[in-house]
């Protein structure tokens, strides 16, 4: 069975600076997709980035990137020039290949704390 | 992007009634649906598949007589909690991705709190 670990419980990071959230996964699988879910207090769940596993590049949004190690089964968030509104809690997610009916799975998600 | 609309948002109820949750893909079909409780500062625990026009598929633990799965359409998923007891207390969460293509985002809905009193 999948799993996915977020080591990480709560992270702080200071306005402007940057900050690495951690996520490793385990699969058997050679094809699958990888993202990181924001969920600020509104709870609402927003899509920060997507990885397809097929993909050597690693995937990158405005100030969002990851560090997509596939050997190793290592999946980090990137968050540069860090805003207020990025404190949210994040979520790692794993989904197999073949699309709607696959499930997400989940970490346990990092809280991330900006200080102003 | 896609939308999904949950609704109640929010809902109070007392113990031993039943609440019904929807869960709406406004512009697009899909064939699964999932259904997700999450307690306060924890993950999105998956509670069940919502096929449409079969049976829903529930995590292991999961009552099937206690919480209700309905995908009558390819736009709509309910959740019914029945009997509900304060311990169902939670905020739920729904989630869709179009039936068509190789979409593999997964769209939610804005959620429901559950308060039991």
């Known amino acids: 069975a999948q799993t996915v670990t977020q080591s990480q419980p709560e992270m702080s990071v200071q306005e402007a600076e940057t900050v690495t959230l951690s996520c490793t996964y385990d699969?058997?699988?050679?094809?699958?997709?990888l993202f990181w879910y924001k969920q600020p207090p509104s709870r609402q769940m927003i899509l920060v980035i997507r990885q397809e596993a097929y993909k050597q590049q690693n995937a990158t949004e405005n100030r969002f990137s990851v560090n997509f190690q596939k050997a190793a089964k290592s999946f980090s968030l990137k968050i540069s020039d860090s805003q207020l509104g990025d404190a949210a809690m994040y979520f790692c997610a794993y989904r197999r290949e073949g699309g709607a009916t696959n499930k997400l799975i989940f970490g346990t998600g990092t809280l991330l704390a900006v200080q102003p | 992007g896609a939308v999904v609309s949950q609704h109640p948002s929010r809902v109070i109820c007392k113990s031993g009634t039943s609440v019904k949750i929807e869960c709406r893909s406004l512009d697009f079909q899909a064939t699964t649906m999932f259904w997700y409780r999450q307690f306060p500062k924890q993950s999105l625990m998956l509670m069940a598949t919502?096929?449409?026009?079969?049976?829903?598929?529930?995590e292991q633990g999961v009552e099937k007589d206690k919480f209700l799965i309905n995908h009558a359409s390819l736009t709509l998923s309910t959740l019914t909690v029945t009997s509900a007891h304060p311990e169902d207390s939670s905020f739920y969460i729904c989630?869709?991705?179009?039936?068509?293509?190789?979409?593999?985002?997964?769209?939610f809905g804005q959620g429901t709190r559950l308060t039991v009193v």
């Open positions: 989630s869709a991705s179009p039936a068509t293509g190789k979409n593999t985002e997964a769209f």
């Open positions: 919502s096929n449409e026009g079969s049976k829903a598929t529930y």
């Open positions: 699969t058997s699988e050679s094809d699958y997709y």
